[in-house]
Nanobody
C-alpha cells in the first residue's frame, strides 16, 4: 500500500490549504482514513479521521476550522484547512487503518503557517 499526499505548502495565518491523500497498490479492507501531524519536538497527534460511512472525528484544536472527507471509489481522503494558525505548522501524515494488521502511513507533507 502506498499513500501519496499532496497539497502542503506555505500560507499566511488566516489562509487555507487542502491536503489530499490517495491510496494505491493492493489495498486491504480498512476502517478509518485520517490525518495526523507532528510539529518539531512534539509527538504525532491526530488531526482528524473519517469512518467508511463518512463519520468524522476531529481534534479539539481544529474543530470548526478543518473538514475531512473521503472518496471511497478513489480511495482518497481530503483535509480542508481554513483559518490556519501558526500553531498548525507541522508535517501532516495520511493514515489508513486496516481491519487486520498495522496502520499505513504516507511520507508526510509540510504545512507552514506564517504569522
Amino acid at each position: 500500500v502506498q499513500l501519496v499526499e499532496s497539497g502542503g505548502g506555505l500560507v499566511q495565518a488566516g489562509g487555507s490549504l487542502r491536503l489530499s491523500c490517495r491510496a494505491s497498490g493492493i489495498i486491504p479492507s480498512f476502517n478509518d482514513m485520517g490525518w495526523y501531524r507532528q510539529a518539531p519536538g512534539q509527538q504525532r497527534e491526530l488531526v482528524a479521521r473519517i469512518s467508511p460511512g463518512g463519520s468524522p472525528t476531529y481534534a479539539d484544536s481544529v474543530k470548526g476550522r478543518f473538514t475531512i472527507s473521503r472518496d471511497n471509489a478513489k480511495i482518497t481522503v481530503y483535509l480542508q484547512m481554513n483559518s490556519l494558525k501558526s500553531e498548525d505548522t507541522a508535517v501532516y501524515y495520511c493514515n489508513l487503518n486496516p481491519i487486520l494488521g498495522t496502520d499505513y502511513w504516507g511520507q508526510g507533507t509540510q504545512v507552514t503557517v506564517s504569522s
